[in-house]
């Protein structure tokens, strides 16, 4: 039996990545700063769930060892401090995410090279692209090779950038077999969708959820900036595609190529929920006033390029972001509706 280690699987993405490696029969452990996942039943993510906080070398030393001390043969590092745009592009939370990400990163990527770690994946993220080629919202440039000259717009992305340099410095010197990939905005079922760390899609679900018929939702912004967003599945399946090839270490970008700009977005949330309702932009002084802090709205243009992976990888996401918009709206609706409820 083949067995993986998933840091940070007490989140969105890893939790969904360890119940696709439970259903494909490996033995998975768990580890997470949280007590339990929110969403999902331990016993069909993992066999082991440990809480722990991965800025302790001492208990990622253990942590690294397999049960039967005959190695990991997949370890996932996901687990970072961050969050949407209302969480990493405020500028109050820029030392936490460093300071603390960084931790665990070169506790990891220490441990996992002293140890019998058969192969690593770290997630880096889109938000390590340069500023400078995402000011246009209608021709963001995140081709993998646009990385330098290195100039992020957050602290959250000169973090990744450092610790994705740091996992390629321990394959080159200590034969760390890695992945490193760069998502792009993964949404769907199962993650945050309250409390200021949800994402845009999450965020636009729940609004539209909790917002009576006739009245308006509100976006932050112009809502003119443009994203893409990957739904879940097609996320982890890219992840194991790229993680189960022998060749090609990465740095990659995992995410959709289909963008569109935030009011659209939001739209489609509307059309979903088959409410009449109507969207309402904030920004400059109504938003200092509301929140007491500029509006967090990031690059103003944001793209994945896809071509490196479907030349690497001959295979391509392909859902559509409507198809999983609609399954994420439907898991959102549910979550507002039981906390209603509940109230
Ligand atoms: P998430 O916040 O849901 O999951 C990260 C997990 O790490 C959380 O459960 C958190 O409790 C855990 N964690 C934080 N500090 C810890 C610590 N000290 N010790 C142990 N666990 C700790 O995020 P996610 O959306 O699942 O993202 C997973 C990874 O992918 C992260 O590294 C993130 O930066 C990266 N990423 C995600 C996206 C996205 O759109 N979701 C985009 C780009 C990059």
């Known amino acids: 039996m083949k067995n993986a280690l998933v840091l940070g699987g ?3 993405i890893g939790g969904h990545l360890a119940y696709r490696l439970k259903k494909e029969g490996f033995w998975v452990r768990v580890v997470d700063i949280k007590e339990a996942h929110e969403f999902w039943d331990h016993d069909l993510i993992c066999d082991e769930y440990v809480q722990g906080d991965l800025r302790d070398p001492d208990l990622v030393n253990k942590l690294m060892k397999s049960p039967k001390n005959n190695g990991f043969d997949e370890v996932y590092q996901l687990a970072a401090d961050m969050g949407g745009a209302g969480y990493i592009f405020t500028g109050d939370n820029d030392a ?3 300071h603390n990400s ?3 990163n070169l506790n990891v990527s220490y441990e996992a090279s002293k140890q019998n770690v058969k192969r690593i994946f770290y997630s880096s993220s889109a938000c390590m692209y340069p500023e400078h080629n995402q000011l246009d ?3 963001p440039n995140c081709e993998e090779s646009s990385a330098y000259p290195a100039n992020p717009d957050s602290e959250y992305g000169w973090e990744k950038l450092f610790s994705e340099r740091l996992f390629l410095a321990f394959n080159r010197n200590y ?3 890695v992945r490193v990939a760069r998502f792009h905005n993964i949404f769907g079922p199962m993650g945050t969708w ?7 899609p999450a965020a636009m679900c729940r609004k539209v959820a909790e917002t009576p018929e006739g009245e308006s939702i509100e976006v932050w912004g112009t809502g003119k900036q443009t994203r893409s967003f990957l739904y879940i599945d097609d996320c982890v399946e890219a992840m194991l595609r790229f993680m189960r090839q022998d060749t090609f270490k990465g740095p990659v970008n995992i ?3 289909e963008m569109v700009s935030i009011n659209q977005l939001a739209e489609m949330a509307i059309d979903i929920s088959n409410k009449k309702l109507s969207i309402g932009n904030i920004h400059g002084q109504e938003f200092v006033t509301k929140y007491g802090f500029e509006c967090p709205i990031g690059v103003m243009g944001r793209n994945s390029d896809n071509k490196l992976y479907k030349e690497k990888m001959g295979w391509e996401v392909s859902k559509p972001l409507i198809d999983g918009m609609k399954q994420t709206y439907a898991w959102i609706e549910k979550q507002v509706m039981a906390h209603a409820q509940a109230k």
Request: hydrophobic share 30%; charged share 25%; glycine share 20%.
């Open 137 to 139: 919202p209608n021709n």
């Open 96 to 98: 936490n995410v460093m």
């Open 194 to 200: 309250e409390g200021g760390k949800e994402k845009a």
């Open 102 to 104: 960084a931790l665990i």
């Open 10 to 12: 007490g989140g969105f």
């Open 255 to 257: 995410g959709s190529e």
């Open 175 to 177: 034969n760390l077999d």
